[in-house]
């Protein structure tokens, strides 16, 4: 994992893409706007992660198209076994009918490139919970 937060931070963001340098770009950013951030690498490593962290986790972020697991069917995973924990997905890369199958699932949906000032708004800061 990459930029593994500190012990006794509280709540995480998983964030969850294949493209190293977009996972870190992001990584940064939302660590910067003051958010504990964890990371993988595709669907499979994202649930391993759920399974170890829990409740922790109060947000998932995923790209759609990954390999290994993409991110349609670690939505619908997540779904089942995480009914309440909120998602955003951020793609640039996607068959409109594959995110269709999974809107209802979806919180927010970002189109890449994502804009920082979008994210930041819908993020918040640390405080704003």
Do not use: N, W
């Amino acid at each position: 994992m990459q930029g593994e937060p500190q012990p006794g931070t509280g709540e995480f963001i998983l964030l969850v893409d294949d493209d190293d340098a977009v996972r870190t770009a992001l990584h940064g950013f939302i660590s910067g706007i003051g958010h504990a951030v964890v990371t993988a690498g595709d669907g499979a490593e994202a649930l391993d992660i759920l399974a170890r962290m829990g409740s922790s986790v109060r947000l998932l972020i995923t790209d759609i198209c990954m390999p290994v697991m993409d991110g349609i069917d670690l939505i619908r995973l997540v779904r089942t076994r995480y009914p309440e924990l909120p998602i955003a997905v951020i793609t640039g890369f996607a068959d409109d009918g594959q995110l269709q199958s999974v809107q209802s699932e979806i919180t927010v949906l970002f189109r890449k490139p994502v804009r920082f000032a979008e994210l930041a708004a819908f993020l918040g800061g640390p405080g704003d919970d």
